[in-house]
């Protein structure tokens, strides 16, 4: 995992995140994502079926 990211008193906040499974040249399932979940928020990630949702939830 190539993560930067904070846990604040505000909230999450992830910058410039990726993820690959496997070592090496293997692709990368979520790639280079930003955002912020304000603390107190209901935040939703929408998108089909393999779009890497589950995979950003559970960094």
């Not at 906040?13 to 790639?31: C, D, H, I, Q, T």
């Amino acid at each position: 995992m190539n993560a930067v990211f904070k846990s604040i008193a505000t909230g999450i906040e992830f910058r410039k995140v990726s993820k690959r499974y496997g070592e090496g040249n293997a692709p990368l399932v979520v790639k280079g994502i930003d955002f912020v979940v304000p603390k107190g928020t209901l935040t939703t990630l929408l998108g089909p079926s393999g779009c890497g949702k589950t995979t950003t939830l559970r960094m």
